[in-house]
């Protein structure tokens, strides 16, 4: 149980493109999701908070234009990297919380900007 | 502010040896303590969490944390380490469970060799 899936794996993009990752808790419902950015050998930083029905909680220092989070239905949010540049290359891990406890963590996605 | 501090970036240990990966923690509030681990190009794995139960915490894989207050430490500990226990492992605290953000560590690299 608590299965986590991020879509896709991996993508190349090129520069000025915009690529959509998706994060689906696939055998419960989460009303909260988050979404990290890992960068090489380093902990993973969070991004913003999503919450079903309501607009994404962003930390200090994320562009919410740039990171757009759209959490649509209970199983299912999706980060869409807008205009992406070369900077914007990392590990996007998203997570999901089936219970009050502890949050589940997708297996990442690696984008790589061209 | 809630902060974790993970003494060692890289653990190296022999085969059937004892693993200890220390983590400190600062909270103004009773923490919720999670340790996880990612092997290369994935996402992270629960190990084990303390939610303010039994401070001696068992996880999978054969690991355990104990959970010390007056230290404020939650150590990871496995008696005998395996070469498939090679990977990156994170401390994590949040205020209130999974709902709340987590705080990550900067991680360990836990290397296990022959």
Redesign the interface.
Known sequence: GAV?S?HPSRVICKSGTSVKIECRSLDFQAT?M?WYRQFPK???M?MA?SNEGSKATYEQGVEKDKFLINHASLTLSTLTVTSAHPEDSS?Y?C?A????????????T?LTVL | AQSVTQLGSHVSVSEGALVLLRCNYSSSVPP?L?W?VQYP??????LL?Y?SAATLVKGINGFEAEFKKSETSFHLTKPSAHMSDAAEY?CAVSEA???N??I????TRLAVHP
Do not use: H
Not at chain 1, 98 to 108: A, N
């Open positions: 986590v991020q909260t988050f380093k902990s993973l969070l908070t590990f891990i997570s919380v089936p219970d009050i406890d502890t949050q589940y963590f997708g297996p990442g690696r | 919720y999670f996880y190009n994935q996402g992270l794995q629960l969490k939610t994170f469970g999974g709902y953000k987590l990550f560590g900067a991680g």
